[in-house]
């Protein structure tokens, strides 16, 4: 072989081979710049504010901005389908939760499927809602609560969030775990739920700690259980609704992270990294305890354990949104 044709052929080479390297080394890089973190609500609220607290801290690990987008519309579907749509490359990720990634894609139609088009990064939190109930109701837990609509078909009000909320689709449960029936009447939100509560307007409801905790700790209201397998730190002396004698009665809408379908293993690992870390905070999880939010155990923090339990919640809770026909929009 001769000496010309030696050095074509090396340079030849190398020039296949140059590709490569600028895409290993951007692979190495990542995060090379800011992140996106898209929130499908409004700014201010206790969703927006816990994702810019997780936010602040993946920023802190991963030596990049990860800001927070607020993109709101259509339950949330807009938000979600921007990320669903971008490209896989760990800088647009999805802060959602139990309304969009369960219960938009059991009473809406989507343009993007909730589980194949997304690659899970982390759950965050859960927070249990409690059973309550008006401070004059003539039953004192659980089992009384329930002996005492099932003597009463009908004739009991139960104050929801609105159609597909917590309160909503945990009261449909109830009604399905215990048997019992009673009117759902839709207020806009949990708040304007608690002065009716607490005058007697209507007889119960499902409501978050927040909302529920200071009526029950000034004596205006009844709590009956926490609607989770274990009590919730800000309330320990209220038992379970399995130790209530309602078993499985769950409801605890959760937060999670999500990236676009086909983004890179490595890349999601970095990604779950920071929210591992973050969460890890004693700072962090004392600022999420203010607001009611629990954080699971670390091996509730994998990718792989969000993509099982988002799948669980999808099994359980699209039979029973789509048997009660609850409609988004």
């Known amino acids: 072989m001769t000496v010309r044709r030696r050095q074509f052929l090396h340079m030849a080479a190398s020039a296949i081979a140059l590709p490569a390297m600028p895409l290993a080394a951007q692979a190495q890089a990542f ?69 969009t990634h369960v219960v938009s894609a059991a009473t809406m139609t989507l343009p993007y499927d909730v589980i194949a088009d997304f690659e899970p990064v982390a759950l965050i939190s859960a927070t249990p809602w409690l059973i309550a109930a008006k401070k004059d109701l003539p ?19 139960l104050g929801t969030a609105g159609v597909g909320s917590p309160s909503h689709t945990g009261a449909v449960l109830l ?5 019992t029936r009673f009117q759902l009447v839709p207020y806009r939100g949990t708040a304007p739920v608690i ?24 004596g205006a209201i009844k709590v009956f259980a926490v609607m989770a397998k274990s009590r919730t730190t800000n309330a320990p002396e209220v038992p379970t609704v399995d130790e209530a004698g309602a078993p499985g009665l769950h409801m605890a809408p959760w937060q999670a992270i999500w990236a676009p379908k086909g983004t890179p293993k490595d890349i999601i690992a970095r990604l779950n990294g920071a929210v591992v870390k973050t969460l890890a905070d004693p700072a962090v999880r004392a600022k999420l305890a203010e607001q009611s939010y629990e954080v699971g155990p670390r091996e509730e923090q994998t990718p792989e354990y969000l993509g099982t339990f988002h799948k669980a919640e999808t099994d359980k809770w699209w039979p029973i949104i789509k048997a009660a026909g609850i409609k988004g929009g």
């Not at 201010?44 to 990049?64: C, E, H, P, W, Y």
């Not at 009604?175 to 048997?179: A, E, H, K």
Request: aromatic residues 4%; neutral net charge; contains cysteine.
């Open 31 to 99: 995060p090379s710049h800011l992140i996106t973190m898209i929130v499908p609500v409004s700014a201010g609220g206790a969703m927006d504010t816990l994702a810019r607290i997780v936010a602040q801290g993946m920023s802190a690990s991963l030596g990049q901005p990860v800001i927070i987008e607020n993109v709101t519309g259509a339950s949330g579907a807009i938000g979600v389908g921007r990320v669903a749509r971008a490209a896989p490359d760990g800088y647009t990720l999805s802060y959602a939760a139990f309304a």
């Open 139 to 157: 039953a004192n837990d659980l089992k009384g609560l329930v002996a005492w609509l099932k003597a009463n078909p009908d004739k009991a009000s």
């Open 195 to 218: 002065p009716d509560l607490v005058s007697g307007q209507i007889d119960m409801s499902i409501l978050d700690p927040v909302t529920c905790l200071p009526q029950f700790r000034a």
């Open 175 to 179: 009604q399905n775990t215990t048997g």
